[in-house]
C-alpha cells in the first residue's frame, strides 16, 4: 500500500501503514495517520480473509472496484484487496486491520465472495465481544515473542465471527482460544457484580456450563475458581493499602464483589492461609500470595 499527503497549505506528516505484528498464517496491520490518500493495485492473489477495523474516521471515503463508499467511525468491514482500491482519509483516521490465511479458516472464494458482499459489522454480537477487544489489546512490549500464541488467538476470533455469519459449525477446539480470552476480559470488568457466577457468565456468551467447564478444563482454576480469585485479588490489594485501618470488612467485601465478609473470610483463608486480621502482622506473606495469585490469573 502507497500512502500520499493530501495537497495542503501547510504540510502535514504522514505515519505510514505498517506490520505491527506477523506470525504464522497471520498479521495485524495499524494505519494512523495525518491527513492522507492510500491507494493498492489489484492482487488477484491473495489468500487471506482481510478484517478492517475503522476505529476513527471522520470523513473517511474507501474506494473499492472503482466505486467510493463514505466509511462511519467505528464501522468493521471486510476488504477484497483482490481488486484495485484507495482510501482518501482526513487527519484522524485510525485503523486496524486483521489478515488471516484463509484455507486455515475453511474459507471457500464463494464464501468469501459472500463476506465482503455484507455491511457494516460493528453492531454484531461477536464483532464487540471478541474481534475488537482481540485488535485493541495486541499492542504492547514483548508481543513479538508470541507470534505463535496471538496467531492461535487471532485465528480462532476470526474463526467465530466468519462461523457465525456463514452459519457455518466452529469446532470447540477452534473457538477455545477466543473465547477463554473473552471470558477472562469480561470477568475482570466484571467481578464487584456479586451476582456474577458461572449462570451469568453462561448466558453472557450464549455458552452451556458444561462448554465453559471445558474451555477451562486445563486452566490453574476453573471458571467458578477464577471468580473467587479475582475477587480475592482485590480484597487483598484493599487490605494491604495503608489506609486499610479506615476501610470495614464489609467495605472490602463489598468492593470486591463478595456478597458478604463471611465469604470474604472464607477466600482470603483458602488463597493465604491466614485470617483477615492476621493480614498486617504478615504482610510479607500476604504480599507473596498476592503476586502468586496475579501470575495465575494473568490471561
Same mark, same amino acid.
Given at each position: 500500500?502507497?500512502? $500520499? !499527503?493530501?495537497? &495542503?497549505?501547510?504540510?502535514?506528516s504522514v505515519n505510514p501503514s505498517a506490520i505491527n505484528l506477523a506470525g504464522p498464517g497471520?498479521?495485524?496491520?495499524?494505519?494512523?495517520?495525518a491527513a492522507a490518500r492510500?491507494?493498492?493495485?489489484p #492482487?488477484?492473489? =491473495?489468500?487471506?480473509? %482481510?478484517?478492517? @477495523?475503522?476505529? !476513527?474516521?471522520?470523513?473517511?471515503?474507501?474506494?473499492?472496484?472503482?466505486?467510493?463508499?463514505?466509511?462511519?467511525?467505528?464501522?468493521?468491514?471486510?476488504?477484497?484487496t483482490s481488486l484495485g482500491g484507495s482510501f482518501d482519509a482526513p487527519e484522524?483516521?485510525?485503523?486496524?486491520?486483521?489478515?488471516?490465511d484463509r484455507t486455515s479458516l475453511n474459507v471457500s472464494q464463494a464464501a468469501l465472495r459472500s463476506l465482503l458482499r455484507l455491511p457494516d459489522l460493528a453492531n454484531h454480537p461477536?464483532?464487540?465481544?471478541?474481534?475488537?477487544? =482481540?485488535?485493541?489489546?495486541? !499492542? &504492547?512490549?514483548?508481543i513479538d515473542g508470541e507470534a505463535s500464541g496471538t496467531a492461535e488467538i487471532l485465528r480462532s476470533v476470526m474463526a467465530t465471527l466468519v462461523g457465525s455469519l456463514l452459519e457455518t459449525a466452529v469446532n470447540d477446539e477452534t473457538q477455545k482460544p477466543a473465547l477463554s480470552r473473552a471470558v477472562k476480559k469480561y470477568l475482570d470488568a466484571s467481578y464487584d457484580n456479586p451476582n456474577l457466577d458461572v449462570a451469568m457468565v453462561a448466558e453472557k456468551f450464549n455458552l452451556s456450563r458444561r462448554s465453559l467447564f471445558y474451555f477451562f478444563q486445563n486452566e490453574e482454576f476453573h471458571l467458578g475458581q477464577r471468580i473467587r480469585a479475582i475477587r480475592t485479588r482485590k480484597a487483598l490489594e484493599l487490605l494491604l493499602q495503608?489506609?486499610?485501618? &479506615?476501610?470495614? @470488612?464489609? $467495605?472490602?467485601?463489598?468492593?470486591?464483589?463478595?456478597? #458478604?465478609?463471611?465469604?470474604? %473470610? &472464607?477466600a482470603v483463608k483458602?488463597?493465604?492461609?491466614? #485470617?483477615? %486480621?492476621?493480614?498486617?502482622?504478615? $504482610?510479607?506473606?500476604?504480599?507473596? =500470595?498476592? %503476586?502468586?495469585?496475579?501470575?495465575?490469573?494473568?490471561?
Open positions: 500500500m502507497r500512502l $500520499e !499527503k493530501i495537497a &495542503r497549505t501547510t504540510p502535514l497471520f498479521s495485524l496491520i495499524e494505519m494512523h495517520n492510500g491507494l493498492w493495485t #492482487n488477484p492473489d =491473495a489468500t487471506d480473509v %482481510r478484517l478492517a @477495523y475503522f476505529r !476513527k474516521a471522520p470523513g473517511l471515503t474507501l474506494t473499492l472496484d472503482g466505486v467510493p463508499e463514505p466509511i462511519s467511525p467505528g464501522s468493521v468491514r471486510f476488504i477484497d484522524g483516521f485510525h485503523a486496524l486491520q486483521l489478515n488471516i461477536i464483532v464487540g465481544t471478541f474481534v475488537i477487544p =482481540a485488535l485493541l489489546s495486541w !499492542k &504492547r512490549p514483548g495503608p489506609n486499610a485501618q &479506615r476501610i470495614t @470488612y464489609s $467495605e472490602i467485601a463489598t468492593m470486591s464483589g463478595f456478597t #458478604n465478609v463471611q465469604s470474604l %473470610r &472464607r483458602e488463597f493465604t492461609g491466614m #485470617n483477615v %486480621r492476621e493480614i498486617h502482622r504478615s $504482610e510479607t506473606v500476604v504480599q507473596d =500470595a498476592l %503476586r502468586q495469585l496475579r501470575e495465575s490469573l494473568n490471561p
